[in-house]
């Protein structure tokens, strides 16, 4: 159980010990909330004490009486909205009057309680007010987490730009100087690294739109029914360029004429990115094993590579975005970081699940199952 501190601000000693009796074994709690609340109470006869009080702790509901020697009710709940105190204020007041309610109110009162009232009235306004409070605070939480998260993003972006274009401006300064002569053979190796770095950055670019169209909800799904094994070999004829470079065999699916209702263009991208990855991680003279199967109504994809694998830890981080496995033997290895999580988001919107089993210097299996 979680509680929140009460401050209850009266002159009458009579008042703030029947506020205390009522609230002291009371609790607050709605199905949505993780634990239920009881109160803390505190008093202050005065308003230079009741901000006293808010000065030096930490109150979240202050029970305000209008009516008080020196400042008065209302000039507390302006002080607690000046210095943009976290606390719900609520008044109780036998002075009610409509153009002190509308004053309380538009300096950030909750709620208005008049004198006397009966321990079930003043019982219901504290579940309201607690309501109140928790779903303030869980909306600023989640916003916090937002803003938090848009940081990290664009920290990460940054920096995954940054690097490349500094590698590039290196070597054109280099060329520009002609520190390794006149000859255009001296900048071979030059020119293919910032080929190779402006690659990445493209399919960065390309992985950032798919990932924001996803996000956003604005991408445009185009469900019908399509053959899977036609666009597992289009995906398969795209990557053995690459493959045929490092003599990797990726071997041809043997099935044929099987159908799912999904949206062609997501399933180019799931593809193209476990083949991609399946090239890249594997070894020199490696192997790639495309597989189908069809049961209960299901279509079950498998990508097997045998390439340098990963460990468990590393397979439990694989689907988070802008994270790349970096160890040794991926140093050379260009990617976006972003491939993997928006298989996984794809798969996902098409009531799917994915799949990974890796050992390293063994291999990878991904698993990939969709309704029919």
Known sequence: MATLKVLVVDDEPGIRSGINR?????????????????????????????????????????????KLPGIHGIEVLEYINKIIYDAEVMMITSYASLDLAVKATNNGAFNFVPKPFTP???????ENLTKHLFLKRMTRKMNEEDQ?????????????????????????????????????DGYRMMIDRSMERLKGMRTLIIDLLDLTKLESGRKTRDIKTIDITEIIRVARDTIEPLANQR???????????????????????????LLSNAVKYNREGGEVTLGLKQDDGNMQLI?????????EEEVSKL??????????????????????????????????????????????????????
Do not use: C, W
Request: net charge negative.
């Open 22 to 66: 009522i609230l002291q074994n009371f609790s607050v709690g709605y199905p949505f909330m993780d634990e239920d609340f009881d109160f803390q109470m505190m008093e202050a006869g005065s308003g230079e004490q009741a901000i006293e009080i808010i000065d030096n702790d930490s109150i979240d509901i202050v029970l305000l009486d209008n």
């Open 303 to 311: 990508v097997e590579d045998t390439g340098i694998g990963m460990e």
């Open 148 to 184: 938090q998260a848009r940081f990290q993003f664009l920290s990460v972006l940054s920096h995954e730009l940054k690097s490349p274009v500094n590698a590039i401006e290196g070597y054109l300064q280099i060329m520009k100087d002609k520190q390794a002569g006149s000859n255009i």
């Open 120 to 126: 079930q009235e003043l019982k219901a306004a504290m």
């Open 319 to 372: 689907f988070q975005e802008f994270v790349r496995i970096k160890n040794m033997k991926t140093r050379n290895i260009t990617g976006s970081g972003l491939g993997l999580s928006i298989v996984k988001k794809l798969v996902e919107m098409n009531q799917g699940e994915i799949g990974v089993e890796s050992k390293p210097d063994v291999g990878t299996k991904f698993t990939i199952s969709l309704p029919n």
């Open 247 to 273: 003599k990797i065999k990726v071997h041809p699916i043997q099935e044929e004429g099987i159908y799912i209702n999904a949206d062609r263009g997501e399933m180019e991208i799931i593809l193209n990115n």
